[in-house]
């Protein structure tokens, strides 16, 4: 049977994936990608979708100088998309909470040394903070006010950069992707179900999955599930106006009308179960903060797996020796931040270009034995 030929494979329907759909497809080229569920059905379905911008400015650091640039394209994805009739996104302040006096001082002197902070950045006292979202506990001692911040969903999101890809020519195909072949000449062949299809070059952007996806063309690539739980809660009162942080935690009222409180970070394997132990952990720290959330509803709870690299850096690059074979991953709980320069640096390189941020630190040669 002959192959499906098309210029660039990708395998996985997440953010990372659909950026580069989209950046392939803006460029002219053919594009297939193949998700053995549907768009964004995993992390990127699930997500908390806070955009936080950087505190600080350092572009020589290979995954600040990423994030900025996906940052950048956050904004330009949103304005192209406005254009074509999806509104995804909306401006949207967050605080990182001072849990206690220890990280309030440490809060004030960052603050005081921030002359390289970007944008609205304020320290606030809790009287000031008061005024923003009169619910926080008075035992919390203060927070830096991020005013940039801002907010997706990243269900919708994932979506509309496919369907803007899909205006454009590109193929979805609802198949498992069972190997990954090479002959290291700019020729790859995908099987999936049963069906062969060729390209010139291949992008894995298959999360978590990825690295079982690369062992037969001999790439070992330690990335592995790190599982997160978000629970949704119908909550008195009004909406809150901010999005909060404290800990490993977070907090916001969603454009769906509820209010969701995450996360966890669980080395379970591939187990995307939620669970009670998470669900009273969430809960419980968030009625610390907010003692009003005593009173609220659990309506949904969520599960998803981020994949993670054992270094915790992203993983974006071609395999050592063959630039036929791009991966895009790792981008763990930033994900979602991260996911539309995983896209672009993984189109620039498939379209043999040049990426506009130096990844070389940020390869799959960084574990090539």
């Keep these: 049977m002959a192959a499906h030929t098309t210029d660039v ?9 659909c950026s580069a759909a989209y950046f392939l497809t803006q460029t002219g080229h053919t594009v297939t990608l193949i998700e053995k569920d549907s768009i964004a ?18 572009r020589s650091n290979p995954v600040d100088a990423l994030t900025g640039h996906s940052l950048d394209l956050h904004r330009q994805i949103a304005t192209e998309l406005a254009a074509e009739g999806e ?14 006096e220890t990280d309030a001082e440490q809060y004030r002197s960052l603050y005081r040394s921030g002359s390289s902070f970007i944008g609205d950045v304020r320290w606030l006292e809790y009287g000031e903070l008061s005024h923003i979202e009169p619910r926080i506990s008075p035992k919390i001692p203060g927070g830096v006010y991020l005013g940039d911040s801002a907010e997706i969903s990243p269900d919708q999101y994932t979506n509309a950069l496919w369907r803007a890809a899909e205006r454009r020519g590109s193929n979805l195909v609802s198949a498992e992707v069972e190997s990954v072949s090479s002959t290291g000449s700019q020729s790859v062949t995908v099987q999936a179900d049963g069906q062969e299809y060729s390209a010139g070059r291949v992008i894995v952007a298959a999360g978590p999955w ?4 690369l062992e037969n063309v001999g790439m070992a690539v330690p990335v592995e599930p790190l599982k997160g739980q978000i629970v949704r809660l119908k909550a008195p009162g009004p909406e809150m106006r ?11 009222s969603k454009p769906d009308g509820l209010l969701w409180c995450g996360t966890t970070e669980e080395r379970v394997g591939f187990d995307e179960k939620p669970t009670d132990n998470a669900r009273y952990g969430i809960l419980s720290s968030a009625n610390g903060v907010l003692p009003f959330l005593k009173n609220a ?5 969520t599960a998803c797996l981020r994949p993670v690299t054992v270094d915790g850096l992203p993983l974006i ?3 050592p020796g063959d630039d036929s074979i791009i991966v895009a991953t790792g981008g763990g709980r930033n994900g979602i931040v991260l996911g539309p320069a995983l896209g672009r640096v993984a189109a620039d390189l498939a379209g043999s270009r040049e990426p506009e941020v130096d990844v070389s630190f940020l390869g799959p040669s960084r574990f090539a034995v």
């Design 210 to 213: 990825s690295a079982r996806l």
């Design 87 to 100: 509104d995804l996104r909306r401006q949207k302040a967050s605080v990182l909470l001072a849990l206690n």
């Design 297 to 301: 509803e659990v309506v949904q709870q």
């Design 242 to 252: 901010v999005s909060l942080w404290w800990g490993g935690d977070y907090a916001g």
């Design 317 to 319: 690059g071609s395999i």
């Design 9 to 17: 494979i990708i395998i996985g329907g997440g953010i990372a994936g």
């Design 41 to 58: 059905a995993h992390a990127s379905g699930y997500a908390f979708g806070v955009l936080l911008p950087r505190l600080m400015d350092d």
